[in-house]
């Protein structure tokens, strides 16, 4: 039965007006899933005064980063506006780990400040998952994911209303084998149906890059289908944006949701009706599969050109698949060697030259900032998390 959620709420009215004395006593709550509040608790009197809180826009969100970033030392080139447009969707926790994880990639490198190569490995970490480098994957199995990530990137620059590409990787992080992630360009209140078709489109480059590449299908799109899906279903039961059922709204949120339950949906329409949605999901997603065949069957050069740097390189930024898509090509990779060899010469050099004039370096450090250390940048994070707790 509901005896104990019964009993808890009676509770609550009781402790916030009943008899006993309560003047001078603002009770305050937070919940994520209003639908579900007993309409006892909204009454006047009691939680009566309702404040919408949304994710932080471009402006709430650089003043947010200010806050986290008072006692972290960034270098000249970060510019806090520029991650404040680059972190759409993020909310304040997801902003404040990005700075905690970016001042632990400089103390680990041993910086004297924060640069924005960490704030771009930070943001990929919260966004995507930890990068797992001592993965050893396979030559076929890099080739797949470099078509499948180029399938995604290729596919979604020909689309009218898809964000611009930032990064596209193949290697490994958190559960994914690779991914390719885009900048939204501003903050957008509504979503265009035209916009969520080119979405669906989008998520399945991937799929239709493998099949049209290797006349086979992997398991690497299972989550874009999924997602895909979601959306066109989401188009149809919520949005009332389909062509044959019209404008209106299928099924309900469970009213009743708690702890330990599932969440669920009431249906209120016929087994026709469910037939009838699952034949236009199943449309949109056929025609966006055509249009996304269509797209990189015509650019076909451009998908193996992206996909072959991939295999070569593992990582492209932005602009490097702007350059490539604009017909341009890319310097060479570095050997290994060559690399460690570079980065050898400029510590041997940091070095002596720190050795060769011990009093100049001792006035340096104090004018500016020391090195970050781990155990300062963790201080720093404790630090910053017990002033929002005290400010709060």
């Not at 209120?268 to 949605?277: G, K, L, Q």
């Not at 690399?339 to 070095?351: G, P």
Request: proline share 3%.
């Amino acid at each position: 039965g509901h005896d104990e959620r019964e009993q808890t709420l009676n509770q609550m009215l009781v402790e916030m007006d009943g008899f006993g004395e309560n003047e001078g006593v603002i009770v305050m709550a937070a919940t994520n899933r209003p639908d579900i509040l007993d309409p006892a608790l909204l009454r006047p009197g009691r939680f009566d005064r309702q404040i919408t809180v949304n994710y932080p826009d471009v402006k709430g969100r650089e003043e947010i980063l200010k806050v986290h970033a008072r006692k972290k030392p960034l270098a000249p080139d970060v510019e806090l506006r520029a991650i404040a447009g680059a972190t759409v969707g993020f909310t304040g926790a997801d902003l404040e780990n990005l700075l905690n994880e970016a001042a632990l990639l400089a103390a680990r490198r041993k910086l004297k400040a924060i640069t924005m190569r960490e704030i771009e490995e930070a943001t990929m970490k919260v966004v995507v998952g930890t990068e797992k480098k001592s993965h050893k994957i396979s030559e076929r199995d890099k080739k797949i994911t470099a078509y499948h990530e180029a399938g995604h990137a290729v596919s979604s620059y020909y689309l009218e209303h898809k964000d611009p590409v930032t990064h596209i990787s193949i290697v490994p992080r958190g559960m994914a084998g690779g991914f390719t992630m885009y900048q939204p360009e501003k903050d957008e209140m509504h979503l265009m149906k035209s916009r969520m078709l080119d979405d669906i489109v989008g998520l399945l480059g991937g799929r239709v890059a493998e099949k049209i590449i290797f006349d086979d299908i992997s398991t690497g799109a299972s989550n874009d289908i999924e997602r895909a899906t979601d959306i066109a279903r989401k188009m149809v039961t919520k949005y009332g944006m389909s062509e044959k059922l019209g404008p209106i709204a299928f099924g309900k949120e469970n009213d009743e949701v708690f702890l330990g339950r599932d969440y669920s949906h009431t249906r209120n329409y016929s087994e026709n009706v469910a037939s009838a949605i699952d034949t236009e999901v199943e449309e949109i997603i056929l025609n966006a599969y055509k249009r996304t065949e269509q797209i990189l069957r015509e650019h076909i050069d451009k998908l193996h050109i992206v996909a072959k740097e991939l295999v070569k390189r593992e990582k492209i930024t932005g602009e490097e698949f702007e350059t490539l898509m604009q017909g341009g090509t890319l310097p060479e990779v570095e050997e290994h060697s060559d690399k460690e060899e570079k980065l050898k010469k400029i510590i041997d050099e940091a070095n002596e030259e720190e050795k060769s004039d011990e009093s100049e370096a001792s006035a340096q450090n104090n004018e500016g900032e020391a090195p970050l250390s781990e155990e300062k940048a963790e201080n720093t994070v404790e630090n910053a998390s017990e002033q929002d707790g005290n400010e709060s």
